[in-house]
């Protein structure tokens, strides 16, 4: 079955505390996978495509890893406005499935 | 990135009745997609619409509740047929540049049905 899993569904973090969230997905014909943010009311918006494992990418306090199986997104002394739902995707061809997503919360 | 455009952001409908939504791209694309985003919940992939052929619709998405067309590279439409309060999501476009797999989203269509 066709499966992206999200941990933790809620993560709330004090302003500079940092820490990781996880994607896991299942393998076979795997063509990237992929992490969005998306703020309450809007489309998500594309953070990163990752394609091997090994891979990494950054973005300001933002970095996404890639092993065999899982993908983590590490956020780096957060400010309130990292505060979003962070989903992570993974293409099967053209097509992606989304994972159910991780509320983050950063407390000034 | 392509600019997306979606009318109307948001709407509240009567029980059976039907909404078309609009999605506007600034540059040609070959790809469109049309996803559900249902309250608290993530994104579903509801079909793929490819200019020029019949749009793909994935499982538990059927032709007649959600016609859409794609008359050119740059417009699709996506229609929510015989709505009920089951309906009630966030619906999003999407497109896919060719050179990568990574797909840009529109800002959603808010419906409500009574």
């Known amino acids: 079955e066709d499966q992206v899993t999200q941990s933790p569904e809620a993560l709330r973090l004090q302003e500079g505390e940092s820490s990781s969230l996880n994607c896991s997905y299942t393998?076979?014909?795997?063509?990237?996978l992929f992490w969005y943010r998306q703020d309450p009311g809007k489309g998500p918006e594309f953070l990163f495509t990752?394609?091997?494992a090994g891979e990494e990418k950054e973005k300001e306090r933002l970095k996404a890893t890639l092993t065999k199986k899982e993908s983590f997104l590490h956020i780096t002394a957060p400010k309130p406005e990292d505060s979003a739902t962070y989903l992570c995707?993974?293409?099967?061809?053209?097509?992606?499935?989304f994972g159910t997503g991780t509320r983050l919360t950063i407390i000034p | 990135s392509a600019v997306i455009s979606q009318k109307p952001s948001r709407d509240i409908c009567q029980r059976g009745t039907s909404l078309t939504i609009q999605c506007q791209v600034d540059?040609?694309?070959?790809?469109m997609f049309w996803y559900r985003q249902q309250p608290g919940q993530s994104l579903t992939l509801i079909a793929t619409?490819?200019?020029?052929?019949?749009?793909?619709?994935e499982s538990g998405f059927v032709i007649d509740k959600f016609p859409i067309s794609r008359p050119n590279l740059t417009f699709s439409t996506l229609t929510v047929s015989n709505m009920s309060p089951e309906d009630s999501s966030i619906y999003l476009c999407?497109?896919?540049?060719?050179?990568?797999?990574?797909?840009?989203f529109g800002p959603g269509t808010r419906l409500t049905v009574t």
């Open positions: 540059s040609q694309v070959t790809m």
């Open positions: 393998v076979s014909g795997l063509r990237g």
């Open positions: 999407s497109v896919g540049p060719e050179s990568s797999y990574e797909q840009y």
């Open positions: 619409a490819n200019q020029g052929s019949e749009a793909t619709y």
């Open positions: 990752l394609y091997s």
């Open positions: 995707a993974r293409g099967i061809r053209e097509k992606l499935t």
